[in-house]
Structures are given as structure tokens and as C-alpha cells.
């Protein structure tokens, strides 16, 4: 309510001038600094969009809203800044939660702005179109959830989205619009000062200097010394102070699979090809970014070697994220920036490097095990098998190391993500976490918009399936993206047989011989089939030259992939067979 009588403005006609929930929620936005919106429109959020893109904001309408909300993640991802997801109520919402909750899961500030019903029909129970109590549904699978009911509390609410999701460990929030909110008129002049800017919105938080020197003294300590960089250190945008770590002191580093490309993956000190033997026989392991989940085979058994056999520095904003699996000899809390450069600092003169010997080990094993992949790399046979095929990929990153990388699949995800080299940080996007299929088409969207670079999305011809009607989205706002499908007639191979017989196939298997390139060009992008590594090369290169929607089929042979790609030692059937 207007205080004074100046608060108001008055309109020629003499009546003061209004404001309404959609305008606030807009100017709220636009206030900090959103520039982009995915979304898929609806009832109550259809004139939301309209009225967006009319105030200038660049609003992405998908075909589906788990892809608008993968979209939304990883912009977050990219640019530390929340991605906007917008949807409808109930299924629009539950659709987008997915991509939700995977975001809080990664560590990838989002926040899904959905459109709910009246909350006194749901609360009641009374049956109101899409009816559902959105914001209990979310609170669990997400950093923070708010609701807004009344127009003057729209900026309070966008500012507390933006923080919860950028500040400290970054998240997933979910922010309830309900129908009723946006049709709420208020004074303009009281609407506008409503508003909130949240200044810093993820505040430094410098590491204690206790901690700092508990940190080095540890690393001091060592004889061979291991850094793990994670999806979080390429999140920080260190870039700089992690490579002078790096480089300063000399210690040997094996970037995660969103954390290759942070230092190039052919630099000198990178020991992603001596992986097993780093893990198994390093005396101090320094995390950056990184959690000790079952990617890192929980800090321990077989992989790490004797147990107890070493010491653990762990940099997080999560203080909770220490001890999570094993005892961290020196935890380092604080943001990944300030944590590394008071390392940096501290490093100083009485550094010395890691003794020759670890290096050498490290390198020795790099190079024999670069050798024994080499030649699987170059062969050029019809129908290709994974490496052949990965192997002409893995020359035009080369080529073009300013692209970005989606990748997603059983296979398709484990190979290329240890025969594409990546030589810039943030380049490469996948699974996560999680292993989730689905994000391919919202992540190389997002990266396309995000960062005006190529993208080339290598797609399992399985994990396309979930989200490839976006490739209408992709060729409507004509984004320079080349997605290869790594088509071997399934899920994991193309070979299996129904075990009785009859006419329905077998569970894992897809119709044999598809051409997934003939989807786009139903929308006018470029369809290619690719037979062979130079055929494929070539059409990878056309594409990100010509910068159009290319989607090309990479028929591989159906025989060539092993059951659940690296991972095939988590199905429950492997414990049986280990058993017996
Ligand atoms: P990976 O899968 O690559 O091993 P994880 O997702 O497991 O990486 O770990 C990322 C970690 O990075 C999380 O524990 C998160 O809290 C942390 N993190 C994210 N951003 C920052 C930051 N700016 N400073 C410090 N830690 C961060
Ligand atoms: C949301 C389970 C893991 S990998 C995969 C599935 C279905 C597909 C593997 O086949 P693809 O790759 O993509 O053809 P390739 O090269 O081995 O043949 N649902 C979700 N997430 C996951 N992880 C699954 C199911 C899965
Ligand atoms: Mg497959």
C-alpha cells in the first residue's frame, strides 16, 4: 500500500498508474540479471512468456519441460548464475522436477518457476484444474522451495530463489507462482521499490588460516601427492589460481569427467591416463571440487589401495561435506577461489616438488597406457566400432577446442569420455552425478545459447531417445549444434534375443538399423548417415562449419559395446555371479 499520496503515480486520465504480478515477476527478474528463460507454456504461465520475451528477455520454448529444465541446470552450470526453468502447474511441474532435484543433486544452481493452482481449491481438495500441492512435492528434492501470494512479496521472493540456489554449496529452488498472484494489480511506484537486488549473491567465504596451513603442512608431508579436480572446481571459475596450484607445485592432477579440459587434458602433469595407478598408490589425495561418492568408489576398498594407506585434503563450501565416506585428514572449507589461492600463497618458497620418482611412475604408466589405446583410435572399419568412431571425434575437438561436448549413454559416455582429450574448462557436459540419460538435447541447447560456441552432443543412440524431439527446438532457434548417435541398435549392445523366443524383442534392443537422421530433417536441419570414422569426421566438420542443426547416425557395430558401458560391476547381477 502506498504510504503517501506522492507514491502514486497519476495517469493522465487522473487514475493512478498500476502494475500487475506478471510485470513484477518480470521486472524482478530483469532486474537481476536474467537474460534467458526455458520454458514450455501453458496455463498459467502462457502470457509469463509472452510478456517476457516482449521485455526482452530471450524466452526458449521446448517441447518438453525435462529438457527445459536440464537446459536451465547447466546454463547455471556455465555461467554461476541460476538458470530459469518456467512451467505450468502439476505436470508441467512433476516433468521439470526431474531436471530439479538432478540439479541439486550436481551442485548446479537452478531454480523452476511453475505455475499452481488456487491454493484454496488444493488445499481443500476439491479438484481444481491441475491440482497439487507443487511446493511440499519439491521441498525434498531441493535446496530451498517459496511460495508467493501476494504481489508486493514478488521481489522478496525472486531475490531468496537467486540466493538460495547461488550462495554456498548451489542448488536446485523451486519458487510457486499461483494463478491468482499474477493477476494481482498494485500502484506501479510501490510495485517497482517492492523489488529487491540481491548484491553479492554468493559471497566469498575465505578459508580459515588455521586451516590453510593444516592444508599445506599435509601436502608437505607427502611423497606422492594426487590432486582430484570436480565439476565444482570447474564451477568456480578458478581457472587461473587452480592452474598456478597446479603448476606451482608440481603435483600430479586427474580432473573428473566435468572437470576435464579445467587444465588441458595433454598437459604434462595430468595423470587421467594413469588414473587406476594415481587412485591405488597416492600418500596424499587432495579433493577440489570434488565429493568421495561412488565415482571415487567412496575413497575406498580395491581402488585405493591398502586401507588407511592415505591422507585426504578436501577443499568444499560444504562443511558437511567432510568425513561423508572416510576420515579428511585437513579439511579446507571455503570457496574453491579463495581456498586456492591461499594455497598458492602459502606455497611460497619452502616448497618443494613431489619427489622424481612418483612423477616418473605416473608418467611412465600415462604414456604405456596412451600407446596401447593409439591404435584403436585410428581404425577405419564399416561398421565402425566405438574407438574408430571416438577417435575422429577425439581429432576434431582437437581441432576445435572451443566447442562444448554433451555427451550421454552407457558406452557412448564411458569411451568418450576417456578418448576425447578436452583442452579448455567447462567444455564438457554429461550425465553427472547421477548417470542420468535424458540431459543431452537441454544441455547442448543451453550451451549453444549460453555461450555462442559449437556443440557436439555424441549420443548414445539410448540416451538421445529421452529427449531427441528436441531436435525441433534446436533447428526452430537454428543453434549451431551437431548431435552424433552412436547408433549400435541399443542399450548397450544391439545383439540380445528375447530368451524365449516369440515375436516381441529383447529388453535392451531397438528397431536394427534405424536412421535417426531422417528426424531432423523433418524440422530442415542436416541428416547424415556416417559408416565410417572419415565419414563421420567429415560431416562433424561440415556441420560445425556451416553452423547449421546437423544430426548425424554413426552406425556402429551392434556387438561392439559391453554391458553397462564401465559400470557393469553395480548390477545386482554381477554380486550374484561374484557369489557363486
Ligand atoms: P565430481 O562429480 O566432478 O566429482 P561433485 O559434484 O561430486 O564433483 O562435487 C562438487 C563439489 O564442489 C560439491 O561438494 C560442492 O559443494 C563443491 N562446490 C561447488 N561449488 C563450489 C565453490 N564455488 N567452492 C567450493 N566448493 C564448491
Ligand atoms: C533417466 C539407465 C543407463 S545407460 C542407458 C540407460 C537406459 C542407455 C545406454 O544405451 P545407449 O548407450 O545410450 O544406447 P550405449 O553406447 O552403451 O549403447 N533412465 C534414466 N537414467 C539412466 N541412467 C537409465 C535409465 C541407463
Ligand atoms: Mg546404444
Not at 512468456?49 to 527445459?68: C, K, L, N
Not at 498494485?186 to 588460516?209: E, F, H, M, N, T
Not at 541447447?445 to 525441433?472: C, H, N, Q, R
Request: overall charge neutral.
Amino acid at each position: 500500500m502506498p504510504e503517501t499520496a506522492q507514491d502514486i503515480d497519476i495517469t493522465t486520465a487522473g487514475q493512478p498508474e498500476l502494475t500487475d504480478g506478471f510485470h513484477l515477476v518480470i521486472d524482478a527478474l530483469k532486474l537481476n540479471g536474467v537474460t534467458t528463460i526455458y520454458n514450455v507454456p501453458g496455463i498459467p504461465i502462457t502470457d509469463l512468456g509472452r510478456m517476457a520475451q516482449a521485455a526482452g528477455i530471450r524466452v526458449v520454448s521446448f517441447r518438453h519441460e525435462q529438457s527445459a529444465g536440464y537446459a536451465a541446470s547447466i546454463a547455471g552450470f556455465l555461467t554461476k548464475k541460476p538458470g530459469i526453468c518456467l512451467t505450468v502447474s502439476a505436470p508441467g511441474f512433476l516433468n521439470g522436477l526431474t531436471a530439479l532435484a538432478n540439479a541439486t543433486t550436481n551442485c548446479f544452481p537452478m531454480i523452476l518457476i511453475s505455475g499452481s493452482s488456487e491454493r484454496e481449491i488444493v488445499d481443500l481438495q476439491q479438484g481444481d484444474y491441475e491440482e497439487m500441492d507443487q511446493l511440499a512435492i519439491a521441498k525434498p528434492l531441493c535446496k530451498a522451495a517459496f511460495r508467493v501470494l501476494h504481489a508486493a512479496d514478488i521481489g522478496v521472493g525472486v531475490a531468496r530463489a537467486i540466493r538460495a540456489a547461488v550462495s554456498g554449496r548451489p542448488g536446485g529452488v523451486y519458487l510457486d507462482l499461483p494463478a491468482k498472484l499474477f493477476a494481482q494489480v498494485v500502484d506501479a511506484k510501490v510495485g517497482a521499490r517492492s523489488l529487491v537486488k540481491v548484491i553479492d549473491p554468493a559471497p566469498a567465504q575465505l578459508p580459515a588460516s588455521a586451516a590453510v596451513k593444516r592444508a599445506l603442512d599435509v601436502l608437505k608431508s607427502a611423497k606422492r601427492p594426487l590432486i582430484i579436480l570436480g565439476k565444482g572446481a570447474a564451477y568456480a571459475q578458478a581457472d587461473d589460481a587452480i592452474r598456478a596450484l597446479i603448476e606451482k607445485s608440481g603435483i600430479p592432477f586427474l580432473p573428473m569427467s566435468m572437470a576435464k579440459g579445467l587444465l588441458p587434458d595433454t598437459h604434462p602433469q595430468c595423470a587421467g591416463a594413469a588414473r587406476s595407478l594415481v587412485l591405488k598408490d597416492a600418500d596424499v589425495v587432495m579433493l577440489v571440487g570434488a565429493r568421495l561418492n561412488w565415482l571415487l568408489s567412496h575413497g575406498k576398498g580395491k581402488t585405493w589401495g591398502e586401507p588407511r594407506s592415505k591422507k585426504f585434503v578436501q577443499i568444499d563450501i560444504e562443511p558437511r561435506e567432510m568425513d561423508s565416506n572416510v576420515e579428511i585428514a585437513a579439511p579446507l572449507v571455503g570457496d574453491i577461489g579463495s581456498c586456492v589461492s591461499a594455497l598458492v600463497d602459502g606455497l611460497g618458497g619452502g616448497w618443494s616438488p613431489p619427489p622424481a620418482e612418483w612423477i616418473q611412475t605416473v608418467n611412465a604408466k600415462r604414456e604405456e597406457n596412451i600407446a596401447k589405446m593409439a591404435p584403436r583410435l585410428m581404425k577405419n572399419s564399416a561398421p565402425m566400432d566405438f574407438h574408430g568412431a571416438l577417435g575422429a571425434l577425439r581429432a576434431v575437438i582437437k581441432e576445435r577446442p572451443d566447442a562444448i561436448l554433451v555427451n550421454e549413454g552407457a558406452n557412448t559416455l564411458d569411451l568418450a569420455r576417456g578418448v576425447i582429450d578436452m583442452y579448455q574448462p567447462r567444455k564438457r557436459l554429461d550425465v553427472g552425478t547421477w548417470g542420468v540419460m535424458g540431459i543431452g538435447m537441454g544441455f547442448a541447447i543451453a550451451a549453444a545459447i549460453e555461450t555462442g560456441k559449437p556443440v557436439l552432443a555424441v549420443e548414445g543412440d539410448s540416451a538421445f531417445g529421452f529427449s531427441g524431439m528436441e531436435v525441433e527446438t534446436i533447428c526452430r532457434y537454428r543453434l549451431p549444434v551437431c548431435v552424433v548417435v552412436f547408433n549400435n541398435d541399443g542399450i548397450y549392445r544391439g545383439v540380445d534375443v528375447n530368451p524365449v523366443g516369440g515375436s516381441d524383442p529383447a529388453t535392451t534392443v531397438f528397431v536394427k538399423g534405424s536412421r535417426y537422421d531422417k528426424l531432423i530433417e523433418a524440422f530442415g536441419g542436416v541428416g547424415v548417415n556416417a559408416t565410417t570414422p572419415d565419414e563421420l569426421k567429415g560431416a562433424v566438420n561440415a556441420a560445425m562449419d556451416s553452423g547449421k542443426p546437423t544430426l548425424i547416425n554413426a552406425v556402429i557395430d551392434p556387438a561392439s559395446g559391453s554391458e553397462s558401458g564401465r559400470i557393469g560391476n553395480l548390477n545386482p547381477q554381477s554380486a550374484l555371479k561374484k557369489k557363486a
